[in-house]
């Protein structure tokens, strides 16, 4: 069987994050479109404006939920036939990366233009307002260089995709795979055709006395890492840095019904980065104990996602939100910001049951994939 090259493995590992997200993407949007079709939601319009129809979040919603899980189930296959080293897989990836580097730039630009115009832009205070806590352009500045930064990422796996699937040594390697699949396929004996060839035939020579064959030594074969383990392995280090890069983000955190602020939640987050970056690198090198930080890991999240069920959590929850919404939230005028603060609350509290239930679903799915491979990491064979 050809080996397959690594650069394909690994454009498949990334292929199947991506895939994973945007199939939870399209997930949340179908939660979002059953909420809005089964609770009418009419979104705050300006003052002297006509509302606008109650169904039109359902059908934007439905909308791009359809397209997102379309793009997953897109994704899906590529993946599968980079896996088996189909060469429509090669051209499709290509394909993909195109796509990741049209969009990412698109929205690079929107949020150059939105940074730039936020900036510029002055509003009225409002005047009366005692509640509502003043907007932090510090906040807004860092959410802006994140997606900017992540738009440049996306846009360099796109490049690279191209780049190395374009290659002609890559279109070797997909061309010897089929070539190796075609003739495995066809150089079988039909046993129903006669054998009329004995040019061939030469006598048997009796064997020595005595001599007894010994037996040889072969190593184990090191079985090879299973894909699923590089995947959840590459989503622990996203994680990681997810963690890491919240230290600069001017914003508490919320676990296990508690906020944490100050120099705990430093701690919280840099302790929680690096166990899950130490489980990243266990399930890659094949220790043992990185799959036993993994399982926990997944299973403290899961247990954070149960603290939600007590309604005291929720609503400690949604308060550390609004506050968090208000101070991103440019100025606008007392009425128009209060009408979209109270729809903001109506919105989280109606689909923050639903999506917890989705992510305590994912996190269960990568807790069987760990489950089916602890084989690998129980063995006494070492990678």
């Known amino acids: 069987m050809h080996r397959r090259p690594s650069g394909v493995t690994l454009s498949a590992v990334v292929l199947g994050v991506i895939d994973l997200f945007l199939l939870l993407c ?9 909420l809005f079709a089964s609770h009418p939601f009419i979104p705050p319009s300006a003052a002297g404006q006509p509302a606008p129809p109650p169904y039109l979040l359902t059908i934007m919603t439905g909308l791009i939920a359809g397209l997102t899980l379309l793009c997953a189930l897109w994704g899906i296959s590529t993946f599968v036939g980079l896996l088996r080293m189909r060469s429509w897989a090669s051209v499709s990836i290509m394909i993909i990366g195109g796509c990741l580097i049209l969009i990412s730039l698109f929205q690079l630009f929107g949020c150059i233009l939105a940074q730039l115009t936020l900036k510029n832009l002055v509003l009225p205070p409002n005047a009366g307002s005692a509640n509502l806590v003043p907007p932090n352009p510090a906040a807004l500045q860092g959410a802006f260089f994140f997606l900017e930064a992540l738009c440049l990422c996306v846009a360099a796996i796109g490049v690279w995709w191209i780049v190395y699937f374009a290659r002609q040594k890559t279109r070797d390697a997909f061309a010897q795979a089929r070539l190796g699949a075609a003739l495995t396929g066809t150089a079988q004996l039909n046993p129903a055709a006669p054998i009329t060839d004995f040019s061939v035939a030469q006598p048997l020579q009796p064997a020595a006395p005595g001599v007894e064959s010994q037996p040889v030594e072969t ?3 090191t079985p090879e890492r299973p894909i699923s383990m ?10 990681s840095v997810s963690l890491a890069f919240c230290c600069f983000i001017p914003y508490p955190q919320f676990m296990f019904g508690v906020q944490v602020s100050g120099a705990a939640e430093y701690a919280l ?6 166990l899950y970056a130490l489980a990243a690198y266990g399930l890659m090198r094949r220790i043992h104990f990185g799959w036993l930080l993994a399982v926990g890991m997944h299973m403290l999240g899961l247990l954070n996602l149960f603290t939600f069920v007590s309604p005291n959590v929720r609503q400690r929850y949604m308060d550390l939100l609004q506050t968090i919404s208000k101070t991103s939230a440019p100025a606008m005028p007392d009425a128009t910001q209060m009408s979209v603060f109270a729809f903001q609350q109506k919105l989280m509290g109606e689909m ?12 269960l ?5 760990l489950w089916r491979a602890r084989w690998w990491y129980t063995t006494t064979s070492k990678q």
């Open 26 to 34: 399209g997930l949340f949007y179908v939660v979002l479109a059953v």
């Open 230 to 239: 590089t995947i959840v392995a590459a989503l622990m280090f996203l994680s």
């Open 365 to 369: 799915f990568l807790l069987v994939l």
């Open 219 to 221: 190593a184990p074969a």
């Open 352 to 363: 923050m049951m639903p999506v917890y239930v989705v992510c305590a679903l994912f996190i």
């Open 269 to 274: 987050l840099l302790t929680m980065a690096v």
